[in-house]
């Protein structure tokens, strides 16, 4: 694979990746994952009114990490249906090309989880009335709709992607282990809640926004209070030890796609 290193806004902008995937499939995307919460926190405004990212005119994402790696492009199509998710997939795939690596996965049908024992991700899923929930390690709470509504990352006046909102974010960094927030994204995840809660305090947060808050947090409290005890216990502290490790860091990133990837969930 070619190496790059421009800016990952850039170079979505240059391929014109948003106008391109917008309508495929007729269901809409996110952008998660690192480019989403980076997004955030190089804001110049948060317009929780027009749901709006405005990035400043500086804002920089290398495609390149430091370790050498190329960076992902997360993307979350908002569908459980295989042929939908392919279509993405394809897409971002003829899209994207080199400059970053495309990961496009759907939400999960609700009547499986794939993963059974394994089940060390949280992840969202829809059931077949079309609600929504967080589960983690067979732990679930119902998750509004609404924490998948498209924001949008614009830049001069370009829209660079669709992401998550900012609640919807920090919801997912939370419940994205059964050990919690993960050691090596504590730092970005405190952030990015001094970012959207600078005062610590719940009224930081819009009212129409908390309701996805709470829910996200009740889940993150089910799972804490799970971890004290018996497989889940045992599980979160093996997956912790994981995560200390450096290939593990590795795989997440993508040099080690296929290996344990039953225990990831990544795909």
């Known amino acids: 694979m070619k190496k790059r290193s421009e800016n990952a806004y850039d170079t979505l902008i240059k391929n014109n990746f948003h106008e391109t995937v917008k309508d495929v499939g007729n269901v809409d995307y996110n952008v998660v994952g690192g480019l989403g919460l980076s997004a955030v926190l ?15 005119p500086d804002a920089f994402l290398p495609c390149l990490r430091e370790n050498g790696t190329v960076r992902d492009l997360d993307t979350l199509v908002q569908s459980s249906e295989a042929d939908k998710i392919k279509a993405y997939r394809d897409t971002v795939d003829a899209v994207i090309g080199d400059e970053m690596v495309a990961s496009v996965f759907g939400i999960e049908d609700y009547r499986h ?34 924490s998948l509504e498209p924001w949008q990352v614009e830049r001069d006046g370009q829209v ?6 900012p609640i919807s974010q920090i919801g997912a960094y939370t419940n994205r282990s059964i050990t ?6 504590e730092e ?18 819009p009212a129409a926004y908390r309701e996805q808050y709470f ?30 490790q450096s290939w593990a860091e590795r795989l997440a990133q993508g040099s080690l796609d296929g290996v344990l990837s039953v225990l990831t969930g990544k795909k």
């Open 42 to 56: 190089n804001a110049a405004k948060l317009d929780w009114d027009e749901h709006t990212v405005r990035l400043k």
């Open 113 to 146: 989880n794939r993963r059974g024992w394994f089940d060390f991700v949280g992840t969202r899923y829809i059931d077949d009335a079309g609600r929504l929930y967080w589960r983690t390690g067979g732990i679930e709470t119902e998750i509004p709709s609404a």
């Open 160 to 165: 660079v992607c669709n992401i998550l909102n």
């Open 180 to 185: 919690g927030v993960r050691a090596k994204d």
């Open 188 to 205: 970005k995840v405190d952030a990015l809640r001094r970012v959207v809660m600078p005062n610590d305090k719940l009224k930081d947060i």
């Open 215 to 244: 829910a996200f947090m009740e889940q993150s409290y089910k799972v804490s209070r799970a971890r004290r005890l018996g497989w889940l216990g045992l599980k979160a502290s093996t997956l912790r030890a994981l995560e200390q």
